[in-house]
């Protein structure tokens, strides 16, 4: 499988701690996917300050192609997080990189060479999301977002992820109905420790979440996602792939941060990284 990650990225800041993870939604299912064995890259605005090379370093050392990605002098996207003492984690303050990513032609002709396109709410790509459509096929994390968001969208988008850890059983499938009936083939809702629903024309699949010793749940739905991503592209069954996706979410959750790298936050914002080697961006 060929997957790109399109749009976010962001430093998870852990002020209690003193530490920072790369992290962001678009590279962390990048991520999560080229280790179980998918083609993974990665497009979109790296910031040109120590938190972006930390990403830029990061996304590199896991073997994910940043060749197309950008380098502006904006400042890098970053979430303050705490976690309780159950591994919940609460954002406690955000600043975003709110610039919109345009796609050149050449964008679209490096994303035409994977299998799915993998983008979110937060990574600004709205209005360029039917052209991504049109030369690969869409997978998109609405997260919390309405339907009044998701509506005009959703007819460019081959597989929906929502989040919704509030919603009771009947709730749930009514939102992928109802998602399903404006064009993707598959749509996803997950409910938190409740598990997850994967819902198809033909299908509706619960999922009951793992047990695990909990450390940090940022990025479990990241790593839901990709391993779902990966699973159903490989041609496993909907149950096969869902029971998949739980565990590697568990995992996931047994180690903080979205994909591991811890930095010092002191340091971070102090001194630069070096940049990667050649042998990392090739």
């Given at each position: ?31 999560h996917a080229g280790r179980l064995g998918a083609r993974a890259g990665y497009l979109g605005s790296i910031g040109r300050d120590a938190p972006g090379d930390l990403i830029r370093h ?102 929906a992820f929502f989040s919704r850890p509030a919603l009771d059983r009947e709730g749930c499938e009514g ?108």
């Amino acid at each position: 499988m060929r997957l790109c990650g399109v749009g976010d990225n962001v430093v998870d800041r852990y002020p209690d701690l003193g530490v920072v993870y790369p992290g962001g939604s678009a590279c962390n299912v990048a991520v999560h996917a080229g280790r179980l064995g998918a083609r993974a890259g990665y497009l979109g605005s790296i910031g040109r300050d120590a938190p972006g090379d930390l990403i830029r370093h990061c996304l590199a050392s896991e073997g994910v192609d940043i060749r197309w990605a950008r380098y502006g002098d904006h400042p890098t996207a970053w979430a303050d997080i705490k976690l309780d003492a159950q591994g919940n984690r609460t954002f406690t303050d955000y600043r975003a990189y709110t610039e919109e990513l345009r796609l050149r032609p050449a964008d679209l002709d490096y994303l035409a060479s994977f299998d799915l396109a993998h983008s979110g709410h937060t990574s600004l790509v709205e209005r360029q999301l039917a052209e991504i459509a049109r030369v690969t096929r869409v997978s998109f994390d609405f997260s919390y977002k309405d339907m009044s968001y998701a509506r005009p969208l959703l007819p460019s988008v081959g597989i929906a992820f929502f989040s919704r850890p509030a919603l009771d059983r009947e709730g749930c499938e009514g939102l992928a109905a109802e998602a399903l009936a404006l064009g993707p083939r598959q749509v996803v809702v997950t409910c938190g420790d409740r598990g997850a629903l994967l819902a198809t024309p033909e299908h509706r699949v619960w999922q009951p979440a793992v047990s695990t010793t909990v450390v940090d749940t940022l990025g479990a739905g990241d790593a839901f996602a990709a391993q779902l991503l990966v699973a159903l592209h490989a041609g496993a069954a909907p149950e096969i792939a869902m029971a998949r996706a739980a565990a590697y979410a568990a995992a996931v959750c047994r180690h903080p941060g979205g994909y591991g790298y811890p930095a010092d936050l002191a340091a971070l914002y102090e001194d630069p990284m070096p940049p990667p080697t050649q042998e990392e961006t090739t």
